[in-house]
């Protein structure tokens, strides 16, 4: 008999765990949720082969229920939805909750990886057993299964070739909001802060000129139906993907099941991120061949573009020093991962 797990109904749920037996009998069913959408490749290189992984690893004794594209909520209510327990595993991006978890876009700043898997394993140690385990993730009670740190962003336009820094001024592009914000300011461009989901409507309607986006997710929101210019050259920040758990839910599973799930999230990581850098080459040729160019920026532009980035770093952590969070803390713990031989190899 498959039973569920959640906060509905803690007693039950309590005597549920303390006498679950680990056979398919008597399975355990999990929520997930999340706001991509049908077939996103992060859905495919990410959530469902630690899914997967979990259920094999329990003998069948784990398994979920997914629901993509929204149907239980916005990308911005997941934090809420997963705390509040009407899910049990929600896709937690900390910029779409940047007031609860301003320290992680730490992961998102401008010019500071180069790979998916440099920012992946860096925030990785950080967000499970550093800095933002304790200061972000402890504190809004949620535990961190798996995550990807998106390779470097690029700036996709509809209209306008981007070549010198006269190209990019004033330009209203989409962001994440926070670091992201910066990021576009400091190039005299003006920040749209929307989710992903919401993209294509703007840009269709011209209320946008471009966007802050991974090569990947252009193609899964259809947004190649509508740029025709990409950077090349730049980094312009990231974004992190990242499921989480409720704490309490967590805090009732049998220790077999943690052991399980920590296993499973401990090996898709550096599976996950080597799969997201290795896609992009193929998806780069396809957007070529879907008639978008790929501009490598000038490297005069290039220059007084990174000089301008240079400071988004310091600028966003002493304006959250300011407010009393760990900000320049979490920047050099996360710069000194980001440098460590164990990270990336």
């Not at 409507?201 to 209320?207: A, F, H, I, M, V």
């Amino acid at each position: 008999m498959k039973k569920t797990l959640g906060l509905a109904g803690p007693v039950v749920a309590l005597s549920l765990v303390g006498s679950l037996a680990m056979t398919p009998a008597q399975s355990l069913e999990l929520k997930v949720a999340d706001s991509f959408p049908a077939g996103h490749y992060l859905v495919r290189l990410v959530l469902k082969p630690w899914m997967d992984d979990v259920t094999k690893r329990t003998n069948g004794a784990v398994t979920f229920t997914y629901y993509p594209n929204q149907q239980i909520g916005k990308a911005a209510d997941m934090l809420r939805l997963t705390q509040s327990g009407v899910i049990d595993i929600g896709y937690i991006a900390p910029s779409y909750a940047s007031d609860k978890m301003p320290l992680s876009e730490v992961a998102q700043l401008p010019e500071a990886f180069q790979t998916s898997c440099q920012g992946t394993l860096a925030y990785w140690k950080s967000a499970r057993e550093g800095i933002l385990a304790k200061q972000e993730y402890a504190p809004n009670k949620i535990r961190l299964l798996m995550e990807v740190v998106l390779p470097p962003y690029q700036v996709f336009t509809v209209k306008q070739k981007i070549e010198s820094m006269k190209d990019i001024g004033g330009l209203k592009l989409r962001t994440t909001g926070g670091a992201q914000d910066l990021t576009v300011r400091a190039l005299d461009a003006v920040p749209v802060r929307m989710s992903a989901p919401d993209a294509y409507e703007s840009l269709s309607r011209g209320t946008m000129d471009g966007l802050l986006f991974p090569m990947e997710s252009v193609i899964s929101y259809g947004l190649d139906k509508l740029v025709k210019h990409a950077t090349d050259g730049v980094s312009f920040g990231s974004f992190i993907v990242a499921f989480s758990i409720n704490q309490s839910v967590w805090d009732r599973l049998p220790d077999d099941v943690k052991k399980a799930m920590d296993a499973a999230s401990e090996a898709i990581e550096p599976q996950a991120c080597a799969e997201v850098d290795k896609e992009q080459e193929g998806t780069r040729k396809h957007m070529q061949e879907s008639g978008i160019s790929f501009e490598a920026i000038p490297e005069a532009t290039r220059q007084q573009m990174k000089e301008k980035l240079k400071g988004v770093g310091k600028e966003w952590a002493a304006g959250l020093d300011s407010r009393g969070k760990q900000a320049s803390a979490a920047l050099k713990e996360f710069e000194t991962l980001l440098a460590s031989g164990a990270v990336g190899k």
